[in-house]
């Protein structure tokens, strides 16, 4: 089957310019989620949705983040201005909403000067 | 709130030695605990997994038990190959979370022939 594909592969920008991130989860999974790893560390939780719902945003900067799952299955996550601290990869993955068939895409590498 | 801590790397060993990566962790209830691997250049790729305590999870000549007395789930191989070279992330979830993933700072592992 099919991973999870997320687009661009990598990104540089300057900061205070928008930049966004595509991501196609595998076919059928409901659960689709954005980690962000800074480098060095483990990725962390953005926004997680079930469908096209919201479930957790709680770690979202909201003031700069957002993020949408229109007709639930693909998503954009946005960045907007950006800054020096948002470098890091951005993770896109996708489950059938539990511990099981978790799949994680090969990431965005954002760089922001 | 429920977290992971990792030993911290980079850890460098010969090939064919004993590997252990230790993890602990935080968390009420009964987490599902994961060590989840990362290749260069590659995205996040489930290793083993352990769903209740004294389960033992095993892949690819890892293996990992949990224990709940301890709060670990230390990773083990008893002889590693330059193959092997990847940073490794142990990674918790609650099961009323819907697959939400709390990983460690992850551990870089480097394995000479």
């Known amino acids: 089957e099919a991973g999870v594909a997320q687009s661009p592969r990598y990104k540089i920008i300057e900061k205070r310019q928008s930049v966004a991130f595509w991501c196609n989860p595998i076919?059928?999974?409901?659960?689709l989620y954005w980690y962000q790893q800074i480098l060095g560390q483990g990725p962390k939780l953005l926004i997680q949705?079930?469908?096209?719902?919201?479930?957790?945003d709680s770690q979202l900067p909201k003031d700069r983040f957002s993020a949408e799952r229109l007709k639930g299955v693909d998503s954009t996550l946005k960045i907007q201005p950006a800054k020096l601290e948002d470098s890091a990869v951005y993770l896109c993955a996708s489950s059938f909403g539990d511990n099981y068939g978790y799949t994680f895409g090969s990431g965005t590498r954002l760089t922001v000067v | 709130g429920n977290s992971v801590t990792q030993m911290e790397g980079p850890v460098t060993l010969s090939e064919e030695a004993f590997l252990t990566i230790n993890c602990t962790y935080t968390a009420t209830g009964y987490p599902s605990l994961f060590w989840y691997v990362q290749y260069p250049g590659e995205g996040l790729q489930l290793l083993l997994k352990?769903?209740?305590?004294?389960d033992k999870g095993s892949n690819k000549g890892f293996e990992a038990t949990y224990r709940k007395e301890t709060t670990s789930f230390h990773l083990e191989k008893g002889s590693v190959q330059v193959s092997d070279s990847a940073v490794y992330f142990c990674?918790?979830?609650?099961?009323?979370?819907?697959?939400?993933?709390?990983f460690g700072q992850g551990t870089e592992l480097s394995v000479k022939p």
């Open positions: 352990a769903t209740k305590a004294d």
């Open positions: 076919s059928g999974h409901a659960t």
């Open positions: 990674a918790l979830s609650k099961d009323n979370q819907g697959g939400k993933l709390i």
């Open positions: 949705f079930q469908n096209n719902g919201v479930v957790d």
